[in-house]
C-alpha cells in the first residue's frame, strides 16, 4: 500500500516537473545547449504569476498565462542578446554562460522583490482519498494542466506549419536551412515556448509550496534530470523522464533515509544512461 | 589591508591550480566536467581527515588527496566513458552533487553537516596570522607554478598530442591505433588529481571544510576562468583565475557607492554585477584573453572541435 | 532598515573616508560588522536580522553614540556559502578592521569564519546552532546567543509533555544539530509521561514534503516538532493540512514569524505553536524591541540580533576601547552580576557614563555567557498561530 501511495506522491511531484523539462528539451533540441537559465526565468514566471494572482487578484488560470508570457518574452530577450553571442563558442561556453545569466536573473527578481516567502492566493484543499490513496485535488488540477499543456505542445509541433518547421530544424539543421526554413525565427519561438513553460512550471511549483527568489533554482537539478533521462531533445521523453525522477525520488523512502532522496535522481540518470546512452526516448546521434 | 590581499591572492592561486587541472580535461583532450567540485571535495576530505583523526602530517595528507581525487576521477570517466557529452554535462554535474550528499549523510565518516574544523595549516598558530597568509601564499604560488610547469610538460609531450588529436578527431586516433578510452582516462584522472590538490590546499588554508562547501557554483567559476583565460592555455587559465577573483571581490567596493538601496537590495546588486561581469568576460572573450594559437602548436581550439563531435553522425 | 538610516550610515562612512586623517582620529565612525545571508538559502533571515541590528544602531546614534562616535554599520553579504563568507569576513577584518562581526546563520558558514575572527581578534556573535561551534578553540571570542541544543530539546519537550500531547514525532531538516536533537528529546519526553513515535531527518528545498508527512503520520502522532527553517516549514504545513492532519504543531519562531504567516492561508496555520528563546513576560527589552521594529511579535533571530548589537556597544562603552577583544573581555562585564538590570543598549550606555555597572538582559534572554560563549539559560516563549497574527501563550 504504501508503495502506491509512493508512487501517486511520485506522480504529483513529477507531473509538474514536466512541464519545465519539455520547455528545457525542446529548446535543446533546437539549440543544441542545455539552457541552465531556465533556474531563474521559472522564479521569473513564479513571481510574474503571484502579481497577477495576489496583487492584481487574478484567478489562477489568467495567472498562469501571465507565466508563460513574461516567462517567454525574459526567454526571447535574454536569448537575443545574452545567448546567442555565445552559440557559435560552443554548447559548452553557452551553458556557462546561461549559468552565469540565470545567477543575474535570479538577482533581478530579488532586486524588486525581496526575499521574503510569498503565497498565491489559493485556497488550499484537504487531500480526496481514491481506493486508499490519498490524492490533493490542487495536485489533481496541476496534473490536468500539464497534461493540457503536453497536448497543447505535441500538437503544436505536430500539426502547424511553425511546428512541423521547428521539427525540421531540431532534426537536421542543414536540411531544414535548404528547404528555406529560417532557423532564427524558429529558435526564436522555441526560445519564447521554452522558457514560457519554464515560467509556467515555476508558477506551478510555487502553487505547491510558496515563491521567493530560489524557487527556479531549487528545482533546476530535478528538471534536468527529467530531461536527460527522457533523452534530450525528446518532447515525449521529458514526460517520462519527469515521471520516472518523481517516482524514483518518492520510492527511495522504501530504502534509504530522507535525506538521500535527490541522489536518487543521478543514480536513475547513471543506470538509465548507462543502459541506453541517449536517454530513454532520446534518438541516437543526439 | 595586507591579510586581505594575501587571502585572496591565496584563494586565486588555488582557483588557478584548478582551472589548470579542468584544462588538462577539458581543454587538451575535450573531456565535458561539469562537477570537479567533486574532485575538489574528494582532495580536500582525504586530507582533512587524514590529517585530523590519523595524525598524517600535512604534505602526506595533500599526497592522498591527490592519489584519492585521481582515482576519484578515473573511476568517473570509466563510469561515464560511454555517454555522449552533451549529458556528460549533467551526469558530471549530478555526481558532484551525490558527493556532497554522501558528505552529508555519512557523519561516522564525514562528521556530516558539522564539517571537519582543526585541519592544520603550515605553521598556523605559531607565527603571526600576517606571517601565516604569507608562508601560505609563497606554499600555494609555488605549488601552482608547479602544477603549470606540469602541465606545459603535458602539452608539449607525446601524451597531449595524442590528448588533441582525440579532442579533435576520436575515430582518427583509434586507426592510428591508439585506444583513445586509455587515454581519456589517464587526461580525466590527472585532471581530477590537480583540481583535488587545489581543494586539499583549500582545507588545510581555511582550517574548515563542510559539505555545503563543494557547490555547484565553485565549478562555475572555475570554468569561468579557463574560458575567460583561454580553453586549452595553461597560462589563459591562471590569468583567468584573477581576473574571476577580482570580479568575484571587486563588485564588493562598488555596491557602497550605489545611493538609495537597503542592504539586501546592494546584494543582489552585487550578484548582477558579478553575473553581468562574468558574462561580459565570456562574451568579448570567448576565445580566452591569450588565444591557443599562440602556442605555436597547429590545433584548432576546443570550440572547433566540439563542432566536429556535434557534426558527426553517432 | 529604511532608508534614511542607511543613508545617514552611508554619508557618515564617505564622510569619514573623505576626511583628512586628523579629524577622522576624533569623532570618527565606529565601525560593527556585519555577515549575515542576504542571498542564498538564508536569505530570509538575513535581512530581518540585519534590520533589528541598524534599529539598535540607529537608537543610538540619537542618542549621542558610542565614546562620542557614531556607529555604522559594515555589511557583508555571506551568500550562505562558506568559501563566499571567509572571502567577506577578511574584508571586513583586512579592510574594515571591524572589532566584531555579527550575524552568521548557516552553522558551516560561522565555523569558516570563526578561525578568521579569532585569529584576528575579532569578536563573532552568530544565531548558528551546531554545538561543535563553540567547542572550537575561539579564545573567548565567539558568542551565540542561540539555546544550546541541550537547553532548546529539555525545554521543548517539556513544555510538549505539558500540553498533553502523548506521541510526538520529530521532522528535521538536515543540519548538524538535527539527530542531537531528536535523541535529547525523546529521552526527556519518556521522563514526563510521552514519548517519541519517530523521526525523520529530510533533505532541505525539496517542493514538496508529501512522502515524508505520510511517513510521520502513519505513527499517528497527536504533535509533530518541525524543526527546519521557513521556506521548508511552508511546505511541510500545507502537506500537513492536505493530507487531514489535525493534531498539534510546534516550530521555531524564525521558521514561523508574522512574515512567514502573511504567505500562508490561515486555515492551514491555525493552531500552529511557535517558540523563541526570550526574557521574562514583562521584560522591558521585548516591548522596546516591539516598538523599535514595528512588530507584535519580533521573532528568535530578530531578537538575538537586537541582543548583538547591544551586547557589543555596551562592552565597547565598558572598554572605553573598541578592539574586538576589548569587546570579549568586557560582554560578561555588562551582561551578568550584580549591575542595574537594563533592557536596550541606550539605557545601558547612559548608566555606563554615569559610571553604573550594568546588567543587560534582552529581548532573546537575559544573555548570560559560560566561559564557552554559550547562553547559560533562558525561557522560552510559546506562541499561538491565529490568522496572520501570533499570540502570546505563555513564558515558561
Known amino acids: 500500500m504504501e508503495i502506491l501511495q509512493l508512487i501517486a506522491n511520485g506522480v504529483m511531484a513529477g507531473s509538474i516537473l514536466a512541464v519545465p523539462a519539455i520547455g528545457l528539451t525542446a529548446m535543446y533540441a533546437v539549440l543544441r545547449f542545455p539552457n541552465f537559465a531556465i533556474a531563474s526565468h521559472a522564479t521569473a514566471g513564479a513571481f510574474a504569476g503571484w502579481t497577477a494572482n495576489a496583487l492584481f487578484g487574478l484567478p489562477i488560470l489568467p495567472s498562469l498565462l501571465v507565466a508563460l508570457l513574461v516567462g517567454g518574452l525574459i526567454g526571447l530577450v535574454t536569448d537575443e542578446f545574452v545567448l546567442k553571442p555565445f552559440r557559435k563558442a560552443g554548447f559548452i561556453t553557452t551553458a556557462i554562460g546561461s549559468l552565469a545569466l540565470t545567477i543575474g536573473l535570479e538577482n533581478v527578481v530579488r532586486l524588486f522583490y525581496g526575499n521574503d516567502l510569498r503565497g498565491y492566493d489559493l485556497p488550499l484543499a484537504r487531500d480526496i482519498v481514491v481506493a486508499g490513496i490519498h490524492v490533493g485535488p490542487q495536485q489533481l488540477h496541476n496534473i490536468a494542466i500539464s497534461v ?18 521547428m521539427r525540421a530544424v531540431a532534426d537536421n539543421p542543414q536540411l531544414a536551412d535548404i528547404k528555406g526554413i529560417d532557423a532564427r525565427t524558429v529558435g526564436r519561438i522555441v526560445s519564447f515556448m521554452g522558457m514560457g513553460l519554464a515560467g509556467i512550471g515555476g508558477m506551478l511549483i510555487g502553487l505547491d509550496s510558496s515563491i521567493d527568489p530560489m524557487t527556479g533554482f531549487r528545482a533546476m537539478l530535478p528538471i534536468f534530470a527529467a530531461a536527460v533521462v527522457g533523452g534530450l531533445g525528446s518532447v515525449p521523453g521529458a514526460v517520462v523522464g519527469a515521471l520516472v525522477v518523481g517516482i524514483a525520488e518518492e520510492l527511495s523512502l522504501l530504502a534509504l533515509p530522507a535525506s538521500y532522496k535527490s541522489s536518487i535522481a543521478f543514480l536513475a540518470i547513471l543506470v538509465i544512461l548507462t543502459l541506453r546512452p541517449q536517454g530513454i526516448l532520446g534518438r541516437e546521434g543526439n | 589591508m595586507e591579510i586581505y590581499i594575501l587571502s585572496i591572492s591565496i584563494i586565486a592561486c588555488i582557483y588557478a591550480i584548478m582551472a589548470l587541472g579542468l584544462n588538462v580535461m577539458w581543454g587538451m583532450a575535450g573531456l565535458v566536467n561539469l562537477g570537479l567540485v567533486g574532485s575538489m571535495a574528494v582532495g580536500a576530505y582525504t586530507s582533512a581527515l587524514l590529517t585530523t583523526s590519523a595524525g598524517v602530517s600535512i604534505p602526506l595528507g595533500i599526497l592522498a588527496g591527490i592519489v584519492a581525487a585521481t582515482l576519484f576521477g578515473a573511476v568517473l570517466c ?3 566513458s560511454r555517454l555522449k557529452e552533451h549529458y556528460l554535462a549533467i551526469v558530471t554535474l549530478g555526481f558532484a552533487e551525490a558527493i556532497r550528499i554522501v558528505a552529508s ?18 605553521f598556523r598558530g605559531t607565527v603571526t596570522t600576517f606571517q601565516y597568509n604569507l608562508i601560505f601564499l609563497a606554499i600555494v604560488a609555488v605549488i601552482a607554478l608547479a602544477v603549470y610547469v606540469f602541465c606545459q610538460r603535458i602539452l608539449y609531450s607525446p601524451f597531449g598530442r595524442v ?20 587515454f581519456k582516462v589517464q587526461a580525466f584522472a590527472i585532471g581530477s588529481g590537480i583540481i583535488g590538490l587545489a581543494g586539499a590546499l583549500y582545507a588545510h588554508y581555511t582550517s574548515f571544510i563542510a559539505p555545503e562547501l563543494f557547490v555547484p557554483l565553485i565549478t562555475l567559476y572555475v570554468k569561468l576562468s579557463l574560458l575567460a583565460g583561454g580553453v586549452g592555455n595553461n597560462r589563459g587559465a591562471i590569468l583567468g583565475a584573477g581576473l574571476v577573483i577580482i570580479i568575484l571581490e571587486g563588485t564588493r567596493f562598488l555596491v557602497p557607492y550605489i545611493p538609495y538601496i537597503t542592504p539586501p537590495q546592494g546584494a543582489a546588486i552585487r550578484e548582477l554585477l558579478l553575473s553581468a561581469g562574468l558574462l561580459i568576460v565570456l562574451r568579448y572573450r570567448v576565445k580566452g584573453l ?6 605555436h602548436l597547429t590545433v584548432r581550439p576546443a570550440v572547433l572541435a566540439e563542432a566536429a563531435l556535434r557534426r558527426q553522425p553517432a | 532598515m529604511n532608508r534614511r538610516s542607511f543613508l545617514a550610515g552611508t554619508a557618515c562612512l564617505t564622510a569619514s573616508l573623505g576626511a583628512p586623517a586628523v579629524l577622522r582620529a576624533q569623532g570618527s565612525v565606529l565601525k560593527l560588522g556585519v555577515l549575515t545571508p542576504l542571498t542564498g538559502a538564508g536569505s530570509q533571515d538575513g535581512p530581518r536580522m540585519l534590520k533589528a541590528m541598524q534599529a539598535v544602531v540607529d537608537e543610538v546614534n540619537k542618542a549621542g553614540g558610542v565614546l562620542g562616535r557614531q556607529v555604522a554599520l559594515i555589511v557583508e553579504d555571506d551568500q550562505t556559502n562558506p568559501e563566499a563568507a571567509v572571502r567577506a569576513a577578511q574584508k571586513l577584518v583586512g579592510v574594515d578592521g571591524v572589532p566584531v562581526i555579527m550575524g552568521t546563520w548557516a552553522s ?25 561551534i563553540t567547542q572550537l578553540p575561539h579564545q573567548g571570542y565567539i558568542f551565540r546567543t542561540q539555546p544550546t541544543t541541550t537547553l532548546q530539546a529539555t525545554k521543548h519537550a517539556e513544555y510538549i509533555a505539558s500540553t498533553g500531547a502523548k506521541k510526538v514525532y520529530y521532522l528535521a531538516v538536515q543540519t548538524p544539530f538535527a539527530v542531537p536533537m531528536k535523541d535529547i528529546m525523546a529521552n526527556v519526553l519518556s521522563g514526563n509521561g510521552a514519548s517519541m513515535v519517530g523521526g525523520l531527518v529530510y533533505e532541505p528545498s525539496k517542493t514538496s514534503y508529501r512522502s515524508e508527512i505520510d511517513r510521520a503520520l502513519a505513527a499517528k502522532p497527536d504533535m509533530i516538532y518541525l524543526n527546519s527553517y521557513s521556506p521548508d516549514v511552508t511546505v511541510l504545513l500545507k502537506d500537513l493540512f492536505r493530507a487531514g492532519y489535525t493534531g498539534g504543531r510546534l516550530t521555531q519562531s524564525y521558521a514561523y514569524n508574522t512574515k512567514v504567516a502573511e504567505s500562508l492561508p490561515a486555515e492551514v496555520t491555525d493552531g500552529l505553536v511557535n517558540v523563541q528563546p526570550s526574557s521574562d513576560i514583562d521584560s522591558a527589552a521585548f516591548s522596546l524591541a516591539q516598538k ?73 534572554g537575559p544573555c548570560d555567557f559560560n566561559e564557552k560563549g554559550d547562553i547559560i539559560d533562558c525561557r522560552f516563549r510559546y506562541g499561538l498561530a491565529k490568522g496572520a497574527k501570533i499570540e502570546l501563550i505563555k513564558v515558561v
Open chain 3, 292 to 364: 523599535r521594529l514595528g512588530l507584535e511579535a519580533p521573532d528568535s533571530y530578530e531578537a538575538q540580533a537586537t541582543d548583538w548589537a547591544s551586547l557589543a556597544l555596551l562592552a565597547i562603552e565598558k572598554a572605553k576601547k573598541a578592539t574586538g577583544t576589548d569587546i570579549r573581555d568586557n560582554v560578561r562585564a555588562i551582561s551578568q552580576g550584580g549591575g542595574t538590570k537594563v533592557g536596550s543598549a541606550v539605557e545601558g550606555l547612559k548608566l555606563l557614563r554615569e559610571g553604573k555597572d550594568v546588567n543587560y538582559d534582552g529581548v532573546s
Open chain 3, 108 to 132: 558551516a558558514v560561522t565555523s569558516a569564519v570563526a578561525p578568521v575572527c579569532w585569529e584576528s581578534k575579532t569578536a563573532l556573535m552568530t544565531v548558528s546552532g551546531a554545538d561543535s
Open chain 2, 105 to 122: 549523510n555519512e557523519i561516522w565518516l564525514t562528521h556530516g553537516t558539522d564539517g571537519i574544523s582543526g585541519i592544520p595549516g603550515p
Open chain 2, 290 to 295: 591569450i588565444p591557443e594559437a599562440h602556442d
Open chain 2, 163 to 182: 590528448l588533441h588529436a582525440i579532442r579533435d578527431d576520436e575515430v582518427v586516433v583509434g586507426v592510428a591505433g591508439k585506444d583513445a578510452r586509455v
Open chain 1, 148 to 165: 493540457a499543456i503536453m497536448a497543447l505542445v505535441f500538437g503544436f509541433l505536430t500539426f502547424t506549419r511553425m511546428g512541423k518547421a
Open chain 2, 78 to 80: 570509466l563510469i561515464t
